[in-house]
């Protein structure tokens, strides 16, 4: 059980990578939405991420406890279920995919209100309640921008 809440919580060990494990994380979930993940239907796509979010919860809160570590920086895929929340609905266009993961990025690193205070939840609730509140500020600016841009959303 230790072994697969490792891989899960590090997203394949690229939570190991030395330079911004975070933010390649992001890119490769943004890379897979881009490539494959966007032809999913709206409703099948949405219960995997929420089905992605609650076992990294579990995953995140057995690793972080293996590591004696609130929020250990190996763990990753917060970052990945953040991404995949931004780009719901949004249309894969190159540009698109681009301005949600850089919204993501920024929003996941300055954590404005309420974001920081999400990290005191306990456990992996902790380590996951940032990244989804960082996704929804990110997904909330990246439609109202497609809105007034005149682009259909899905």
Known sequence: MRFA???IATFFCLGYVPLAPGTLASLVAALLYYFWLHSFPFPLYASL????IVVSVAASSIQARALNQKDPGVIVIDEVCGQLAVLSLVPAT???VLAGFIL???????KPFPVRRAE???????IMADDLA???????????FLYFRGARLI
């Open 5 to 7: 809440a490792k891989i």
């Open 94 to 96: 190159a540009a698109n």
């Open 134 to 144: 960082a996704a929804a500020y990110s997904a909330a600016l990246l439609h109202i």
């Open 120 to 126: 005191s939840l306990p456990g992996g609730w902790g």
């Open 49 to 52: 991420v929420l089905l992605l």
């Open 104 to 110: 993501f990025r920024i929003f996941d690193i300055v």
